[in-house]
């Protein structure tokens, strides 16, 4: 399984649990640190965390994979999950709009999410 099918996944368990302004992109060529990044909002800190929940849960289900590590689900306002080529970013609304982390690759392909 590839990343972006990996992202893909990952994306559709965010739709099913709400989330907002789902972005898959396409980062390979502007960073070394992954060749995925799914970015996706909620609208409270226990949403954030069922997202995060869904999303490991959908990953480990369909694709076998576990994240290598996972951050900030403790407090909820920016939830990091690492799964090696790809990388997920679960934001509260405010902190998603301070961080900004979309512009960080401007000419970075958009990958087409069904539901977003």
Not at 1 to 8: D, S, V
Not at 12 to 21: L, P
Request: hydrophobic share 45%; with cysteine.
């Amino acid at each position: 399984m590839n990343f972006i099918e990996l992202g893909q996944i990952a994306a559709s368990a965010a739709v099913d649990k709400k989330s907002t302004r789902i972005s898959l992109l396409d980062v390979r060529g502007f960073t070394d640190m992954c060749d995925a990044v799914l970015i996706c909002s909620s609208d409270n800190e226990r949403q954030s965390s069922a997202v995060c929940d869904a999303i490991e849960e959908r990953c480990r289900k369909v694709a076998g994979i576990k994240p290598y590590a996972v951050e900030g689900k403790q407090v909820g306002n920016w939830i990091l999950m690492d799964y090696g080529s790809f990388v997920v970013h679960i934001f509260l609304a405010d902190a998603r709009d301070y961080y900004a982390l979309d512009s960080l690759w401007p000419k970075a392909k958009k990958v087409p999410v069904e539901g977003a």
